[in-house]
């Protein structure tokens, strides 16, 4: 392994605490944050991605990912289907060698052993993981009828700290592997990327660094200077440019874009299957720019030579639905169409604010979506950074904010996705819905959970809780094919320390209760403790079988609270 791979595995291994697993696992982990990650926009744990060990069928890591987040349960298939109407598919498997040469008889394994993850009888030996992945795998070609934009996506990432030569060999085992995969007539595109130790170290860059992008924008006027405003435009951008703005290189949406945007994308509904129909018809397209209100974009850095501008940190807060409709309709524009723009640049997070709440009052959104996703997020990531150096959580309240930032533990980093699943788990009870049905728990955003005047407390318990157990997990503590049931045990963990039912949440009561278990969870002893009597508990409801427990369900999660409030009494 060369120096500077070496020094960049040595800082993830830092950051993400895992100094304890052996460097080959430590380079699979390093590499799964790598690729996968291109592909998500909120920060995810490597260990629901890697599956290199016994019966790994040849590969190390596997990412499935649905609707733009990573899924590792079947059940949540049919979720998005209820939920979205529609399935946009990626799958990515990753393949790690530490020597510093890619080799044809290695490559031919890993391809192999992907075309036989895909097949209806695998021939090869499956772990539990790769089993559960299949599962999922399965679950999704049963709902082929919803494929959104085609057949799912396959690439294949083999990663080494050598130098890919692309000599007449391995490309022929290239070709040969996604002509293999194709033939399965189940993919829209196949890819087989090699990554050396210059893409590593590429990838890494790209990791840490927030989006930028360069575009043409030459119809536009200059807004006379605003306070707080370094410099705003408005004007027309051409849809092919425009997209340059909201997709990656491989055509896929940029999610992390959209955060501070208080909606998510709606689907077609009666407004978007308008906007849907007006650039489908060859009449109407291009009256595009007057029959659609357009696009806000603030950035945190803006240069511009002439008409070409170059942003970077920027974030779409008003036209998500503009910007999935253009993109679902991506190979029907041309520069006829175009899309209206108003580009400001601002670091100053008050003016940002008032900007998305003020642009998104023109639009139909609940006056508690806004101080939800705002206001109380703003209290939350201040509040997690008040505490001292050794007990303090970075809350992400905008998408890989803390990327770029060195000298702190990753994993002390929790997403507002991470937040929500916990909460939703330890104090709404309701661990069966973390991941099955986490939309329905983003529904409530406002008036059960994010509530402005909740008490900031037993938001950092979740967090702090959600952190310690992957501490366990991670450092094999604990088992870690008890992750599977984080969530349950989240909540055995609640409910063995704080009495249920619980205060209400803007209750000082609330706040004096949670001061104790914020001290014990810090205690490496206590923190141990608490998690492997609440794990006990969560393994006497299934039997001591996690794996065909009917983990995730309502009537699971009912017997584990009965189980602790009679141990409790």
């Not at 690439?155 to 890919?164: H, I, K, M, N, Q």
């Not at 397209?285 to 803006?302: C, D, E, H, P, Q």
């Not at 639009?363 to 806004?370: A, D, G, N, Y």
């Not at 937040?419 to 709404?428: G, K, N, P, T, V």
Request: contains cysteine; negative net charge.
């Amino acid at each position: 392994m060369d120096r500077i791979t070496k020094s960049l595995l040595t800082e993830f291994i830092a950051e993400q605490g895992l100094a304890s697993l052996a460097e080959d696992k430590q380079f699979e982990h390093f590499a799964s944050f790598l690729t996968v990650g291109r592909s998500l926009s909120e920060a995810f744990d490597t260990s629901d991605t890697v599956v290199g060990s016994g019966g790994d069928t040849g590969i190390d890591a596997i990412a499935i990912i649905v609707n733009g987040s990573l899924v590792d349960d079947d059940a949540v298939i049919q979720e998005f289907v209820e939920r979205n109407g529609y399935l946009d598919v990626s799958f990515i498997f990753v393949q790690t060698e530490r020597s510093s040469s890619f080799e044809t008889a290695k490559i031919g394994q890993f391809c192999y052993g992907v075309l036989d993850f895909f097949k209806d009888e695998p021939s090869l030996p499956r772990s539990k993981e790769v089993t559960k992945l299949g599962k999922v795998m399965s679950a999704i070609y049963r709902q082929s009828s919803k494929f959104k934009r085609g057949n799912p996506t396959c690439r294949l990432y083999y990663v080494t700290t050598g130098v890919w030569t692309g000599d007449a060999a391995l490309e022929a085992r290239r070709r040969a592997a996604t002509d293999d995969l194709t033939a399965l007539r189940i993919f829209r595109s196949v890819e087989f990327i090699p990554v050396d130790s210059e893409g590593i170290q590429r990838l890494n860059r790209e990791s840490r660094n927030s989006v930028s992008r360069e575009f043409d924008f030459a119809l536009k006027a200059v807004v006379p200077n605003i306070e707080g405003v370094t410099e705003s435009y408005v004007g027309l951008l051409p849809a092919p440019e425009f997209l340059r703005l909201v997709e990656d290189e491989n055509h896929e949406i940029l999610k992390g874009i959209f955060y501070d945007n208080v909606r998510d994308w709606q689907d077609f509904n009666v407004v978007n299957s308008e906007m849907r129909e007006t650039l489908t018809s060859g009449a109407t397209r291009s009256r595009f720019a007057l029959m659609n209100n357009g696009v806000t974009v603030i950035a945190k850095t803006l240069r511009t030579t002439a008409n070409r501008f170059y942003i970077e940190d920027y974030q779409v807060v008003n036209g998500c639905q503009t910007s999935h409709v253009l993109h679902d309709q991506r190979d029907l524009l041309d520069e006829t169409v175009m899309v209206p723009l108003r580009l400001i640049a601002t670091r100053d997070d008050e003016v940002i604010s008032s900007i998305v709440k003020a642009t998104n009052r023109q639009t139909e959104v609940r006056e508690e979506q806004l101080l939800a996703l705002s206001d109380f997020q703003k209290k939350l990531e201040t509040y997690f950074g008040a505490f001292p150096d050794d007990q303090r959580l970075y809350y992400e309240r905008r998408s890989r904010q803390y990327n770029s930032v060195g000298g702190i533990e990753k994993t002390r980093v929790i997403t507002p996705g991470g937040l929500i699943r916990a909460f939703a788990s330890m104090f709404l009870q309701e661990p069966h819905r973390a991941t099955r049905s986490y939309r329905r728990i983003l529904d409530r955003v406002g008036s059960d959970l994010f509530v402005p005047t909740d008490k900031l407390e037993p938001y950092y318990v979740a967090a702090l809780a959600s952190y310690r157990l992957e501490y366990l997990f991670r450092n094999q503590i604990l088992p870690t094919e008890y992750r599977s049931a984080r969530y349950e045990i989240l909540l055995a963990l609640r409910l063995y320390e704080m009495p249920s039912p619980l205060p209400k949440m803007n209750s000082n009561a609330i706040e004096r209760m949670c001061k104790p278990l914020i001290e014990k969870l810090w205690s490496a002893a206590e923190s141990e403790r608490m998690f492997k009597r609440a794990t006990d508990a969560v393994l006497a409801v299934a039997n001591g079988d996690l794996e065909s427990a009917p983990l995730r369900t309502e009537p699971f999660t009912d017997a584990l609270m009965a189980v602790a409030i009679q141990s409790r009494a």
